[in-house]
């Protein structure tokens, strides 16, 4: 597969937009490996490739192991997920699939348990913003060297 447009060639300006919002998102105070377990799930869902592996790799080098990262995409069957990362992500799952039926009351509910309003805001944030990095990945065919 052959990349089709470099967005970030034509486009720097979108390009620093978005990497604005994500130094935001890397100075909240949501944990490094919880922020690399949405990107992770998300990319799955999305068929990223190029991003599934790129924040593997991050997700690794924060500390995560390979067991967690390669149940994220069975994730609701297994035992190895906290509540608060299984919350993440049902969040993750619900926002990435929005057309289905959007966040539910029931996972926004455990997550307002867990997690104050800004955390939430937080987390919403994130997922959008790895959503909307897949789409310019999968639409522009990026393509994510093997780095092993």
């Known amino acids: ?29 949501i ?36 067991q967690r990262i390669y149940a994220l995409s069975a994730w609701w069957e297994t035992p190895i997920f906290t509540e608060q990362e299984k919350v993440v992500l049902a969040m993750t799952d619900e926002i990435t ?3 289905e039926k959007g966040l539910t009351e ?6 307002k348990k867990i997690f104050n309003d800004n955390n939430i805001a937080q987390i919403i944030m994130q997922i959008s913003i790895i959503n909307t990095w897949n789409r310019i990945a999968v639409a522009t065919h990026m393509f994510h060297p093997p780095t092993e």
């Open 106 to 111: 029931q996972t926004y509910k455990a997550a």
């Open 1 to 29: 597969m052959q990349q089709r447009i470099s967005i970030r060639d034509l486009q720097p300006e979108a390009y620093k937009a978005m990497f604005g919002l994500e130094n935001y998102l890397n100075s909240t105070g």
């Open 31 to 66: 944990d490094k490996k919880l922020k690399e377990l949405i990107k992770v799930r998300a990319s799955q869902i999305n068929g990223c490739a190029y991003c599934i592996q790129l924040h593997a790799a991050d997700a690794r080098k924060a500390g995560e192991t390979e």
């Open 97 to 99: 699939r929005i057309s």
